[in-house]
């Protein structure tokens, strides 16, 4: 007897039968009919429910820009959301104009801290890199534990990581004090291997090619600010 298959599985070989040559238009129609069938068998199979811990990381550019595409969604939805950013110490202008309508009023639904002040070559004093980086981690977890917040965004915390200005140990055990169902983003390269272990869902960018490096082409406006 052959094994069965989960529906995952099942899943992507439908996928990819209905891609090769040679089927018939029945045939392609009885096989999207059994994946619609095995979709609709997946999603009731997931019912649970969680906040979760998500990591962007990589070479690849992307990493901040996926994650505002989440607060973006999650403002949408009327959740809280914050952002602080630990080496960063500004809102690109055309992120700030965008964002700007959730972090006015009485009540704002957004609140964006920006307390790094650059990369370590630009501030050129690591102590004080240190410090920004504490001070940028008191006010996160601050969100983290807030049960009102139901998005933390650590715009490049994972470089803070990579270069020694924080401890893993201290991001982990922060990042279990958050309540149940809010979710938290963690960007930047070079992620350690205990957050991604920890963390529920992790994206790698990859870099193939950038104008930058290949072409000499510089920042321009819509693409990196």
Do not use: C
Not at 46 to 72: D, E, F, P
Not at 201 to 220: C, I, N, S, W, Y
């Amino acid at each position: 007897m052959e094994p069965t298959l989960s529906t995952d599985q099942e899943a992507i070989a439908l996928n990819e039968e209905a891609t090769s040559t040679g089927l018939s238009s029945e045939q392609y129609q009885r096989k999207m009919q059994r994946r619609k069938e095995v979709q609709e068998q997946r999603l009731a199979e997931r019912s649970h429910q969680k906040g979760l811990i998500i990591v962007n990381t990589g070479t690849g550019k992307g990493k901040t820009t996926a994650a505002l595409g989440m607060v973006l969604r999650s403002l949408g939805h009327g959740y809280k959301v914050a952002i602080v950013q630990f080496i960063k110490g500004a809102w690109e202008p055309a992120e700030k104009t965008v964002f700007e309508p959730w972090t006015t009023g009485e009540t704002p639904l957004l609140e964006f801290h920006a307390m790094g002040e650059g990369f370590t070559w630009e501030t050129q004093d690591r102590e004080r890199d240190i410090q920004k980086a504490q001070e940028a981690w008191q006010k996160a977890l601050s969100f983290i534990t807030n049960p009102k917040f139901k998005l933390v965004l650590l715009d490049e915390v994972n470089i803070a990581l990579k270069l020694g200005y924080l401890q893993i140990d201290e991001i982990l055990a922060g990042l279990e004090q958050k309540p149940d169902e809010s979710h938290v983003i963690l960007t930047g390269r070079g992620a350690p291997a205990a957050l991604i272990e920890r963390a529920d869902l992790v994206t790698e960018m990859t870099l193939v090619k950038h104008p930058f490096r290949e072409q000499g082409v510089k920042a321009q406006a819509g693409i990196e600010f």
